[in-house]
């Protein structure tokens, strides 16, 4: 069956780094392109970033452009999310999704 487990969250102070990431199963990882979202409370979930299935191409949500970076190692069935001069704006749950399928969700809380 298909697992995504994400991993990486946790409390940053504003300007902060983190890099998440998201391991997956079930299905043939280097064939499909892979989706970070995030939900903030009592708001609905966003599309963060996008890679292509052999990482070629990547795209962002204009909130996070030029702070956060999409990659992936398709040997560890895994992908990323680094995110840089964080905000306290970017505190949400985040999410790795393939298809219709997500993980849990990882916390990212950025307060001083």
């Known amino acids: 069956q298909v697992q995504l487990v994400e991993s990486g969250g946790g409390l940053v102070e504003p300007g902060g780094s983190l890099r998440l990431s998201c391991v997956a199963s079930g299905f043939t990882f280097s064939s499909n392109d892979m989706r970070w979202y995030r939900q903030a409370p009592g708001k609905e979930r966003e599309l963060v970033a996008t890679?292509?299935?052999?990482?070629?191409?990547?795209s962002y949500a204009g909130s996070v452009k030029g702070r956060f970076t999409i990659s992936r190692d398709n040997a560890k069935n895994t992908v990323y999310l680094q995110m840089n001069s964080l905000k306290p704006e970017d505190t949400a749950v985040y999410y790795c999704?393939?298809?219709?399928?997500w993980g849990q969700g990882t916390q990212v809380t950025v307060s001083s």
């Open positions: 999704r393939w298809y219709v399928y």
């Open positions: 890679i292509t299935s052999a990482g070629g191409s990547t």
